[in-house]
């Protein structure tokens, strides 16, 4: 059985940077889509990138373009979400997410992904 871990989340201030990780167990096909989301309280939950692991195709939100950078280190299992020039608006519960499928088109979709890890929280002041 697949299991998602994140970790690297923390306190930090306006224009610092943090990486997240997610350390994936279990059958590599049923994580070939894998993805970062985050919520605030009162907010629903946001896709923010995704990779799809066989190829490294990637896909990001408008809002953290440029910014966060997605990336995977196979051989270790982890899925990394390197979070730069963070903003108080980007704090959130940051989750890793994972599905056997491609990525295109659907990434955004919350019901896409059957696993979920159980966050890290990512607190930015000002």
């Known amino acids: 059985q697949v299991q998602l871990r994140e970790s690297g989340g923390g306190s930090v201030q306006a224009g610092g940077s943090l990486r997240l990780s997610c350390l994936a167990s279990?059958?590599?096909?049923?994580?070939?889509?894998m993805a970062w989301f985050r919520q605030s309280p009162g907010q629903e939950r946001e896709a923010i990138a995704a990779?799809?692991?066989?190829?490294?195709?990637?896909w990001y939100a408008d809002s953290v373009k440029g910014r966060f950078t997605i990336s995977q280190d196979y051989d270790k299992n982890s899925l990394y979400l390197e979070v730069n020039g963070l903003k108080p608006e980007d704090s959130a519960m940051y989750y890793c997410?994972?599905?056997?499928?491609?990525?295109?088109?659907?990434?955004?979709?919350?019901?896409?992904?059957?696993?979920w890890g159980q966050g890290t929280q990512v607190t930015v002041s000002s």
């Open positions: 990779l799809y692991t066989p190829t490294n195709n990637t």
């Open positions: 279990g059958a590599t096909s049923s994580r070939n889509c």
């Open positions: 997410a994972a599905d056997g499928g491609w990525c295109g088109g659907r990434w955004t979709r919350i019901a896409a992904y059957k696993l």
